[in-house]
């Protein structure tokens, strides 16, 4: 990206190096980080225990937001989405999600953050929306991280659970994560608790040993959605590359060295995934890895033909789940009525434009 960096870019011992090379002191980056996360304000001009002549060399080296906001909806059940424009124009999606019991295991206080790592998606999972406009790049850790102070700047409410299941592949922007997550986990930054972070993948097997080697305590969750490879490789490209048998090793690995739980979310889609058969395998995935399996009825897509299964059904589904033994629940997709999976306030934005022929939309 061209321009100059965002001030979130940056971790603290990054700012401390800056500021040593114009020969400030190093609490000097404290101080910044203070208004930057401490008070969500990152208007330089504003930091009034900062020198005026510092002042003015952050405002010519970096910029104080990456993100702007170009739309908001809200939902009956009090669910947020925001949609958010970059530098360089292309938009991102962030929901806030409101207090869930059953949200991956969490107290009902929570209030959850739903973060993208990617413009798009390049996985192409048959049923989502984030990758039916493509894939265009990775997020930077600073636009990673944003989303959270500009959803909190925005509401007035404390975000304290990060998931990472917004748009796209969050083990594919690996490195800009784990400093996103850093900076999210930090002291010096948004301070949340690595337990109160997950991160969700497609199956990357690979990144999720990495991700295991790494010091914090992220949970992870796997958008299963097939408990047998015919089936999941029907809907989830990236299983003919990770198929169950190296993802449910990967997963053994990862549950092994955190000594956590992890979570497999499985999407039911009629006449797909939903029948007996499907339940019984899931179970014995589940209890291989000691997972707890979130069921999700599909949210329907604009442009996709994949049906939510009756009540009836997906109930009969949970129940044979439990009855193998399984910590399960149903989590009834909350911002239905916004189009609140994932990318489609993007493409519908995107769509809208094309058929338009405008370049922004406000």
């Known amino acids: 990206m061209e321009g100059r960096p965002a001030i979130f870019d940056l971790s603290l011992d990054e700012l401390a190096s800056w500021l040593k090379e114009r020969k400030q002191p190093a609490y000097r980056a404290g101080q910044i980080f203070q208004w930057v996360y401490g008070k969500r304000m990152a208007d330089f001009g504003r930091m009034s225990n900062i020198p005026e002549?510092?002042?003015?060399e952050l405002q010519e080296h970096f910029r104080s937001a990456g993100l702007t906001k170009v739309r908001q909806t809200g939902s009956a059940d009090s669910t947020l989405k925001f949609?958010?424009?970059?530098?360089?124009?292309?938009?991102?999606?962030?929901?806030?999600?409101?207090?869930?019991?059953?949200?991956?295991?969490?107290?009902?206080?929570?209030?959850?953050?739903?973060?993208?790592?990617?413009?798009?998606?390049?996985?192409?999972?048959?049923?989502?929306?984030?990758?039916?406009a493509g894939w265009s790049r990775n997020l930077r850790a600073g636009e990673i991280v944003e989303q959270i102070m500009q959803v909190e700047s925005d509401t007035g409410e404390k975000v304290n659970n990060i998931v990472f299941m917004?748009?796209?592949?969050?083990?594919?922007?690996?490195?800009?994560?784990?400093?996103?997550?850093?900076?999210?986990?930090?002291?010096?930054?948004?301070?949340?608790?690595?337990?109160?972070?997950?991160?969700?993948?497609?199956?990357l097997a690979p990144r999720i040993r990495e991700l295991a080697e790494q010091p914090l305590q992220v949970r992870l969750a796997i958008s299963l959605h097939g408990a047998t490879d015919e089936v999941r490789e029907k809907i989830m490209p990236v299983n003919r590359k990770y198929p169950l048998s190296e993802l449910m090793d990967a997963c053994a690995y990862y549950s092994g060295r955190k000594k956590q739980r992890i979570t497999f979310e499985f999407i039911l889609i009629e006449g797909v995934n939903d029948h007996a058969e499907q339940a019984e395998k899931l179970s014995g995935l589940a209890r291989r890895i000691g997972a707890k399996v979130n069921l999700i009825p599909y949210n329907k897509v604009h442009g996709l033909n994949w049906i939510r299964p009756s009540e009836q059904q997906q109930s009969a589904f949970l129940q044979i789940l439990r009855r193998r033994g399984v910590d399960a629940t149903i989590r009834r997709e909350k911002g239905h009525d916004i189009d609140a999976a994932c990318g489609q306030l993007r493409l519908q934005t995107l769509r809208y434009k094309s058929f338009a022929g405008i370049s922004e939309v406000r």
């Open 83 to 132: 949609l958010f424009s970059l530098v360089d124009g292309n938009l991102v999606e962030t929901v806030l999600i409101p207090a869930s019991p059953d949200l991956y295991g969490l107290p009902a206080d929570r209030r959850t953050l739903c973060v993208s790592t990617q413009v798009g998606c390049a996985y192409g999972c048959k049923f989502c929306a984030s990758g039916l």
């Open 53 to 56: 002549s510092l002042r003015n």
């Open 166 to 203: 917004g748009m796209g592949e969050p083990l594919a922007n690996y490195n800009h994560l784990l400093k996103a997550i850093t900076a999210i986990n930090a002291p010096w930054g948004a301070g949340i608790g690595a337990r109160h972070m997950t991160v969700s993948t497609s199956g």
